[in-house]
């Protein structure tokens, strides 16, 4: 989030009063003072061009870390469950691919089965393989650790002052 511009705003009239870069890779507001506290403290932050449903975000009075991450570590745990989703459809592909070559090369389990049966075969075979399982479970994971940032994010923004206009 370090090289996107961020406009904090006046909560009451939602004015743009200050910018910033947003926090560090690490999380860190680089601009916390001496005391810790953000200089968004008792503001609205966002992007210019934010996603309204997802921004501004209400940065409580003396709040001493940055409340910016939580949608972004949203986007990237829904990145990375899709990643692991398709990883999880390759190994299926491998997995048909090995028992269609496996049929193809006389195997008795397989040989006299028809496509369909292949199909459903590579199938279980992967579905109960440790590595699917695996996968499965860190998508859902991925998905929860979402759905938990979104609903920090969402939590701020509904206690957020109400704006002018």
């Not at 996603?51 to 910016?68: F, I, K, M, T």
């Amino acid at each position: 989030m370090s090289t996107t511009t961020v406009a904090i705003r006046e909560p009451v009239t939602g004015q743009v009063i200050d910018v910033c870069r947003g926090p560090t890779p690490a999380g860190v507001c680089p601009r916390a003072g001496r005391d810790g506290v953000v200089p968004c403290a008792g503001h609205l932050v966002g992007p210019p061009q934010g996603d309204a449903r997802y921004w501004p975000v209400w940065v409580p009075p003396g709040c001493r870390q940055c409340r910016l991450n939580w949608n972004e570590q949203a986007a990237g745990c829904l990145r990375e469950a899709e990643r692991c989703r398709d990883r999880w459809h390759a190994g299926l592909v491998r997995e048909t691919d090995r028992v269609y070559a496996q049929a193809a090369a006389g195997d008795p389990r397989f040989r006299r089965m028809s496509d369909r049966e292949l199909r459903i075969t590579a199938l279980w075979r992967w579905r109960l393989s440790s590595r699917a399982l695996a996968l499965r479970r860190a998508e859902r994971k991925q998905r929860d650790w979402s759905r938990l940032y979104l609903s920090l994010a969402e939590q701020q923004r509904e206690a957020a002052p109400a704006t002018a206009g």
